[in-house]
């Protein structure tokens, strides 16, 4: 194998990394590589001719200079990921999974159906960017295999969610109401930061897509947990906890199918994306 560092002046922003990792998923789908977009460079691990490369980036209005060519041997290959994604998704997988043991604890106290589907669903969010983050740097192929399998996790925990609903409806149950609004208001605002570390992603390739779609939907399900916590306190009813368990269930379904039918679209050659340094940075 080859390593060959390439210097691109053109490249300084994240949708530029995307595109040559794109197009080396064409050329070489064994390659790696390792970005330092401060720098502007590009440490590629290839088996093809460095030439090859060179004319690729070209094409795409992406010219580089090659600084240093060497031969490598297979142990010296680092295991590597984009630090951009890798890190948002970071983030985000730590945001959710301790969400998701705060509302599954409470919700199983507090007998709301409501905080436990949110909870299930944090928890399929945590498979989504575990995955997704598995899926960082590698081939195409695996990134949509990462989104296929995000989709199915989703299903069937929004299953499980509709299974406790009809049990809490047939067994009955008091659900509290300050703690569904509480824990929910919480739920809210870590989601509302998800959704910020992950908006510069959203129209990324089909893993961060996925991730993008399941931090939108949990605002939604979040202020429907909320507004069905007012709803108990008022009626004194637990029709309200049970409702919006089963929406959260049906939400939480859609979102899967969605990754699902999202996984098995094929992507087609890159084309140069619009970025500029002041939108990027």
Known sequence: MYK???KISKMDCPSEIKMIEGLMEGLDGN???????DSRIVHFYHDIDNQRILAALKSISLPGELIIFEEVSE??????????????????????FTMFIIEIIIGIYAESTGLVA??????????????????????????????YFSGIMQITLGLLCLIEVGRKFYYGSEPLSSYMIVISLLALI????????????????????????????????????????????????????????????????????????????????????????????
């Not at 010296?76 to 997988?93: D, F, N, Q």
């Not at 983050?133 to 192929?141: D, E, K, N």
């Not at 510069?200 to 202020?223: C, L, P, Q, R, Y």
């Open 4 to 6: 060959s560092t390439i």
């Open 31 to 37: 390659a790696k590589m390792e970005f330092d977009l």
């Open 75 to 96: 142990n010296e290959v680092p295991e590597i990921a984009p630090s951009v994604e890798a890190r948002t998704l970071k983030y985000l997988l730590i945001i959710n």
């Open 118 to 147: 949110d909870g299930l669903d944090m928890l399929a969010d945590s498979f989504v960017y575990g995955l997704s983050l598995y899926a960082v740097g590698r081939s195409l192929a695996m990134k949509h295999k990462a989104a």
């Open 190 to 281: 870590a989601n509302l930061l998800c959704l910020i570390l992950i908006h510069k992603h959203k129209d990324g390739e089909v893993h961060m897509k996925a991730s993008w779609i399941f931090s939108a939907n949990d605002v939604i399900v979040n202020t429907g947990v909320i507004i069905s916590g007012v709803l108990v306190y008022f009626l004194k009813s637990n029709a309200p906890d049970l409702i919006i368990g089963g929406v959260v269930s049906i939400i939480v379904i859609r979102g899967g199918i969605s990754i699902i039918k999202l996984s098995k679209i094929k992507t087609t050659k890159p084309v140069k994306e619009s970025c500029c340094s002041n939108s990027c940075n």
